[in-house]
Structure formats: structure tokens, C-alpha cells
């Protein structure tokens, strides 16, 4: 993203995609409050904002133990994309094999 092009951007709304970021790829384990904030440059309460206003709408989740993940949101529109990529390449193969079917 060029320099114009972000600062006509919020920067708060930037900060969330660093945040969901630092996040991505952590499912399993989940990540410390902490790490996540050095990974986004921002100090801990503003990061813990962020993660609570993600929480709040599914996009990140906090377990017992404190510690942060992707929540169901962002995978299930992963999900929700892979299923229309599938269904472009189902078409895309039936319109292949009509036209390149031969002629009885």
C-alpha cells in the first residue's frame, strides 16, 4: 500500500489487520497479549483494545489461560471462499468438457 493510499485510511482500522495479523497462523496455541503487541508496534492496552473489539464481533478469541487466536469469523469466511472457488472450478471444468468434447 503506498503512502497515500494509507493515510486515507483510519488508523485504528489499519492496526485491527496488523493485529488479526499477528494472530493468523496461532490456532493452535493461541499467542500472549504481549507478543502480539511487540509483532504490531503498539503498547499492550491499545492492543488489548483491539483484540477486545475483534472478540467482540468473532474475530478473535481469548481463552482460559489468556491467551489469543483467530476466532470463528475470519475461518469461516475462508471456508465460504473455498467453497465458491470450488464451485467456479466445477463450472469451469463442465464448460471445458463441453467444448472440447468430440463430436459423436
Aim: charged fraction near 25%; include cysteine.
Amino acid at each position: 500500500m503506498t503512502a497515500s493510499a494509507e493515510a486515507s485510511h483510519n488508523a485504528a482500522q489499519l492496526r485491527l489487520m496488523d493485529v488479526l495479523r499477528a494472530l493468523a497462523g496461532n490456532e493452535v496455541f493461541g499467542r500472549r497479549l504481549v507478543d502480539i503487541a511487540a509483532d504490531v508496534g503498539k503498547p499492550e492496552p491499545m492492543v488489548l483494545r483491539d483484540l477486545e473489539c475483534l472478540e467482540s464481533k468473532g474475530w478473535a478469541t481469548r481463552d482460559a489461560a489468556k491467551l489469543w487466536r483467530l476466532g470463528q469469523e475470519p475461518v469461516q469466511i475462508a471456508v465460504q471462499f473455498f467453497y465458491g472457488l470450488r464451485q467456479a472450478q466445477a463450472r469451469v471444468a463442465e464448460v471445458e468438457q463441453r467444448y472440447t468434447r468430440q463430436p459423436d
